[in-house]
């Protein structure tokens, strides 16, 4: 599945990052600790978080994720989404909560690969 298709699915909001809408999801990642996700997310991942702050962008690039989700209706700040932009990661708002956004996404992406 890819980036866009689930955006229009669960009605994301987009941030930034539209040239990364295209990225093909391998999987799934849902953690607010960073040193967490740079042990474990693996490329092409989606990263389901609450975080917000330009941190994140480090990991997501240096993980080279196929986008972060950020949960609970809250919306990176200023500083965030111009390094989004700068990065072209795309950025990904959701009013679910890290536990419902996961698990929707989870059968997604489980019936994708049937």
Known sequence: MKVCDLVKILD???FCGEKGLDTEITGGYTSDLLSDVMGHIEENMLWITMQTHQNLLAVATLKDVAAVLI???????TE???KGREEAVP???TTLSAFEASGRIYQLLQNGNE
Request: glycine share 12%; charged share 5%.
């Open 91 to 93: 950025l990904l708002g």
């Open 12 to 14: 994301l909001t987009v």
């Open 80 to 82: 965030t989404l111009q």
């Open 71 to 77: 949960v609970n209706g809250s919306s990176p700040d």
